[in-house]
């Protein structure tokens, strides 16, 4: 569920307030519209019953007056269905509008997780995930709050402010006139502190973000911190956010704070106009005493629902900024898909057909005049210095960057012809930085569309991963849960879980980048002879820092500064004296 209207690029003045954000709210609401109405019916009852009590008043000085049989059971039924009939009221609306606030927040949250899923790789280099993580909760979590606690004290005691004045204009309305006087002044406090309220709210969700990103950071990168004595530095760092969190909460807290007082005041100053005003005869339009004791009581009692309508301000605003925010992230752009080519399996011949690249916001091309064509099930190494672009040249083969220039072909078909679904199923990944779930180690290895590969399968592709045999010393086998990002693993471990998954998938096309470096030397033999393998009958890249792991390459292609200086294999290179020689020898001098 989602709305398409759209809101103002993230270059233009945000409007949180504006109505656009309350329209895309209430289209999450209408789904569930029977609980709305029925908290809606809630709160009538409600108002009612708060009216009911201040006009009982009138029948409380004639049972005063007058105390007999039927006055005495009059006067204690209307007290005890009065607060029976609020009891019902209060009861109807909280859980109805807990009930619409909680699926709101529900399809809200899922949204934006679906919205993510499809974003292109370059959103993510842009934001820092606990920036998102924290629009996932915290600021969903605001918007909550709009929905439920605010939109329930609003609507009732809003129906309460509403039904009291009704009575009250009944029952005299000249003195009415001379209490609403002090309506545009409430107006002024309650427009001003609503502006304040939804400004300093951005800037909250912004610190929260901060905050967020700040804590991940530091633990995930424990080791580090601890290991290079970064402890006050991130205690630094941490306490910035935070304080700067807790200045805004203040700011925020204070403007309530002083608004609300204020508010009450003005309307004590009417209610003192008004008990000024009633002892004058005219105005008083013979009216009896309990009408006057019941037309006070019911100015009194409006104080307590305007107080709670005007400091439930500040949480309608921060919900409307929040709102606002994950909007802005629903309304982003997902990943181009125009192809529509889903062949079941490629053969796996790649061209690289003059091919560029750039990323958005540099002059420069990372990747400039990349020609290349691998047959079916040949091997292809990259080898150069850090930065020469092997990782952004194999990253272009998914789709996870766009090229900007020339044209890459599988199959004699363009990578834009398939659709992003079907060109990664033919893609099998292991990168140097091994992402594994907190999950069994079966879950692991087939791991999302490899989920219903049989336990035998399995098994097996662990095997030739040389993965089985750590595996079997695991208390519970493949069912064993390996902790958050497989810290129960060690480096070697991790990256033989992460070949056996790409075993797993059988792809045509495999791209292993740096998948050995984080082996010791006896585990990379094993590896290398299960990759030797898995790489025959399937066309492969593969980037290698170590010579000594590609030397049995098709071909190897050396690069530097975004360019192709060298091809051929380990051998011809070697002869050629050439860069791919000087780095091999500088390699060896240091095994030496």
């Given amino acids: 569920m989602s709305s398409s209207d759209p809101l103002p690029s993230a270059g233009q003045e945000a409007s949180p307030g504006s109505w656009e954000t309350y329209k895309r709210l209430l289209a999450y609401v209408k789904p569930f519209w029977l609980a709305f109405t029925l908290a809606i019916i809630g709160n009538v009852i409600y108002a009612g019953a708060s009216t009911g009590m201040a006009a009982a008043m009138e029948y409380v000085i004639k049972a005063i007056e007058n105390p007999t049989e039927g006055n005495r059971l009059l006067l204690t039924t209307i007290i005890v269905g009065v607060f029976a009939l609020r009891g019902v009221g209060t009861f109807m609306s909280q859980y109805f509008i807990n009930y619409v606030g909680r699926h709101v927040i529900n399809a809200l949250r899922t949204d934006v997780f679906h919205r993510l899923l499809t974003l292109p790789s370059r959103y993510f280099d842009d934001n820092a995930s606990g920036r998102l993580v924290s629009k996932l909760t915290f600021n969903v979590e605001q918007v909550a709050e709009a929905t439920t606690s605010a939109v329930t004290i609003t609507l009732r005691e809003g129906l309460t402010v509403v039904g009291l004045l009704g009575f009250m204009l009944y029952t005299n309305w000249k003195l009415t006139l001379i209490f609403l006087a002090v309506g545009p002044l409430i107006g002024a406090v309650v427009s001003y502190a609503s502006k304040r309220f939804r400004r300093i709210s951005k800037r909250i969700q912004g610190s929260m973000g901060d905050i967020t990103h700040v804590a991940s950071e530091s633990i995930t990168g424990y080791r580090v911190v601890r290991t290079f004595g970064g402890e006050d530095y991130e205690r630094q760092r941490f306490a910035e956010v935070n304080d700067r969190n807790l200045k805004q909460s203040l700011k925020m807290a204070s403007t309530q704070a002083i608004s609300v007082p204020v508010i009450q005041v003005l309307v004590a100053i009417a209610i003192a106009a008004l008990v000024w005003t009633m002892l004058a005869p005219d105005i008083r339009d013979g009216m009896t005493t309990g009408q006057l004791v019941a037309f006070i009581t019911a100015a009194a009692t409006m104080a307590k629902p305007i107080r709670q309508v005007t400091s439930v301000h500040a949480k309608i605003q921060k919900g409307v900024a929040a709102a606002y925010d994950v909007f802005e992230t629903i309304d982003e752009i997902p990943e181009d898909d125009p192809g529509t080519y889903a062949p079941e399996r490629v053969k796996g011949n790649i061209r690289f057909e003059d091919v560029a690249f750039r990323y958005r916001n540099q002059l420069d091309n990372v990747l400039e005049g990349i020609s290349i064509e691998i047959p079916e099930g040949q091997s292809v190494a990259l080898v150069g210095k850090s930065g020469s672009g092997k990782s952004t040249l194999v990253s272009l083969l998914p789709r996870f960057y766009e ?34 779930f907190n999950d069994s180690i079966a879950a692991n290895i087939a791991y999302g569309a490899l989920r219903d590969c049989t336990r035998e399968e399995i098994r097996e592709a662990a095997r030739k991963a040389h993965a089985l045999e750590f595996i079997e010393r695991m208390p519970e086998g493949l069912d064993t849960m390996i902790g958050d990002n497989g810290v129960m693993l060690s480096g070697g471990q991790r990256q033989r879980l992460a070949i056996a998954r790409a075993l797993l998938k059988d792809a045509p096309i495999l791209i292993l980048d740096e998948a050995t470096s984080a082996l010791d030397t006896e585990s990379e033999r094993h590896i290398q002879e299960a990759l030797e393998t898995v790489m025959q009958g399937r066309t492969t890249l593969v980037i290698a820092h170590r010579l000594s792991t590609i030397e049995k390459a098709d071909r190897i292609l050396v690069m530097d500064n975004g360019r192709i200086i060298e091809s051929g294999c380990h051998d011809e290179l070697l002869a050629a004296g050439g860069a791919y020689a000087q780095l091999h020898q500088m390699q060896f001098s240091e095994q030496a």
Avoid at 405 to 417: C, F, N, S, T, Y
């Fill in 403 to 436: 090229y900007t220039g020339g044209e890459i072909v599988i199959d004699d078909h363009a990578l834009r012809d398939y659709s992003l679904k079907a060109l990664r199923a033919q893609i099998a990944l292991v990168t140097q930085n091994v992402v594994l």
